[in-house]
């Protein structure tokens, strides 16, 4: 499941070209270490709050720019990306709006975000065995969307929003440059 996620989002960044990339969240670097090896000759930028994810993320995507960084606060210039990257972050920080903005900042006005598909992620979970206490909700998860959630989100910041499965995941493509 998670080897089709990454494949699919990886798909959708291959398929919007960019030439400068940032991760928002990159954790301990897969998808970057993915988007790199479609992408020989993009520029990567992944940032994470916790350092030891970063130093991690070192190992394997030795040529990124890799950050200690809060998602709420980016450390760069308006538009500095051709697209941004959030995967499996939104349901972890007190204000996702917040960090949507600085996403749309940031970037030039494409986005791909994913998040777990609730309650097809808890319900997952609990058939595993997981969480059992939190009835399969995982800890540090304070967000939880549905597809129509994630799309009335997404879409308060204007443009165009195409959001698609893999489950148990929700991936959307966010192109703010086709704002209505």
């Given at each position: 499941l998670v080897r089709e996620f990454r494949a699919q989002v990886v798909a959708l960044v291959v398929q919007a070209a960019p030439t400068r990339l940032l991760e928002v969240g990159?954790?301990?670097g897969w998808l970057l270490r993915d988007i790199a090896a479609a992408l020989p000759d993009i520029r990567l930028t992944g940032i994470d709050i916790r350092p030891e994810a970063i130093e991690f993320a070192r190992s394997l995507v030795p040529d990124a720019d890799l950050r200690v960084v809060d998602a709420g606060s980016l450390p760069f210039s308006d538009h500095e990306f051709d697209l941004v990257v959030?995967?499996?972050v939104l349901e972890h920080?007190?204000?996702p709006k917040a960090v949507?903005?600085?996403i749309d900042r940031v970037s030039r006005g494409r986005s791909v975000v994913s998040v777990p598909d609730e309650p097809l992620f808890w319900?997952?979970?609990?058939l595993r065995g997981k969480y059992l206490s939190t009835w399969?909700?995982?800890?540090?998860?304070?967000h939880?969307?549905?597809r129509r959630g994630l799309e009335r989100l997404l879409r308060s910041g204007g443009g165009a929003v195409n959001v698609s499965r893999s489950v148990p995941w929700l991936i959307a493509k966010v192109n703010r440059d086709a704002r209505n």
């Open positions: 990159c954790g301990q959030c995967s499996e920080v007190d204000d949507l903005r600085e319900t997952a979970n609990l399969g909700n995982c800890p540090g998860h304070i939880h969307w549905s």
